[in-house]
């Protein structure tokens, strides 16, 4: 929530609107803890609360007036978050797709979708004090890379949040994902099968899970087939068209007799497509090209792309569902136990599909 600071203390009592952090430290418990206590949440213990609203007595603490009015209703109101900038959200295909997927299922129940863009630190701590004002019921993030502290900081204010992949292969935050270490060794079984030998990737950013898992499937793959590694296939990109290009004029420096190239998304292998032309590689007869996602990129570009599908939009709308059913589980009193225990967080991993087409 929302609160002004307080300057002091005058015969025993604050001089200005006592903060949350003041209840907190009162109290002996974490900000999100108090934030909890106040919204009625049950997943704190009644020693806990009592303790809560012993501190909030002694301090004179009053929740601002919106705060009072939301403790014990709903906003209605969803969040969902991408941290990335608009040109790229606009021009990857994937998120439209998410943004698709999650609308239609708010709509279905009933809800508001509040699409949100953190790209800076600045905006990710105005963000916070936003949520921490109970404006939403609960949050969706999409596009998260390793380091966020942004869905721990959402589970501290005492709001669900259901996360589009995940940060780690021990994420502790709810996610729905989809099979993408299966992605990458679907991708170099067809590349071999299909005879080709020096195989390349282009990786997404590595400090995003995704990108691990889709490097780890490629090299599964080899593994499977009995092809060494060789780091000097190995390129890394960033999802983007321009970052594609760049990989590939790194991998034709490196190895240029590489056969197949296994591009961790669609718009990658676009700009890497593009490079291979100035070059004068054919696709697929000098090199063939794998992409993932199926989006409307693969599908126009020349020649069309083989691609490993991943269920996007299916992804945004059981997001959504698994958010729904989580928030009704607090306002109903069965989100946790009453010794605050957080309940197991669910986790849902989608199939991937390869969709086979001419590059390849």
Not at 315 to 342: C, D, P
């Amino acid at each position: 929530m929302s609160y002004e600071g307080s300057s002091g203390v005058v015969n025993g009592r604050q001089n200005g609107r006592p903060t949350l952090e003041q209840v907190a430290a009162r109290a002996g418990v974490g900000r999100g803890t108090v934030s909890r206590v106040i919204n009625g949440s049950p997943r704190v213990s009644e020693q806990t609360r009592t303790a809560v609203a012993r501190a909030v007595a002694e301090l004179g603490y009053v929740p601002n007036q919106a705060a009072r009015a939301l403790a014990g209703s709903r906003t209605d109101a969803i969040a969902l978050v991408i941290p990335e900038a608009e040109a790229r959200l606009f021009a990857e295909p994937y998120f439209l797709d998410l943004i698709r997927g999650v609308s239609a299922e708010l709509a279905y129940a009933d809800k508001q979708l509040l699409l949100t863009l953190v790209r800076s630190e600045q905006e990710r701590q105005r963000f916070e004090q936003y949520l921490a004002a109970q404006r939403v019921d609960g949050v969706l993030l999409a596009s998260v890379h390793g380091d966020d502290p942004l869905p721990d900081r959402i589970r501290e204010l005492g709001l669900p949040v259901v996360m589009n992949g995940r940060r780690s292969e021990a994420e502790p935050v709810p996610y729905v994902d989809s099979d993408n270490i299966g992605a990458g060794r679907a991708a170099v079984a067809h590349l071999v099968g299909g005879g080709r030998s020096r195989i390349a990737t282009v990786t997404g950013p590595l400090d995003m899970y995704v990108a691990r898992a889709r490097l780890g499937g490629y090299r599964a793959g080899l593994a499977e087939a009995g092809h060494a590694p060789d780091e000097a296939l190995v390129s890394t990109g960033d999802f983007t068209e321009e970052g594609g290009r760049r990989a590939m004029r790194l991998l034709l420096d490196r190895r240029p007799d590489l056969d197949a190239v296994f591009v961790a998304s669609d718009v990658m292998a676009a700009g890497a497509r593009g490079v291979l032309r100035e070059a004068g590689r054919r696709v697929p007869e000098d090199v063939a090209l794998v992409g993932v996602d199926d989006s409307a990129v693969a599908r126009l570009m020349d020649p069309p792309l083989t691609s490993v599908r991943q269920p996007i939009e299916e992804m945004g709308r059981t997001m959504a569902r698994m958010l729904i059913r989580e928030i009704q589980g607090m306002q109903e009193g069965g989100g946790g136990s009453e010794s605050g225990e957080v309940p197991e967080p669910r986790r849902h991993v989608l199939p991937t599909e390869l969709i086979v087409r001419e590059s390849c």
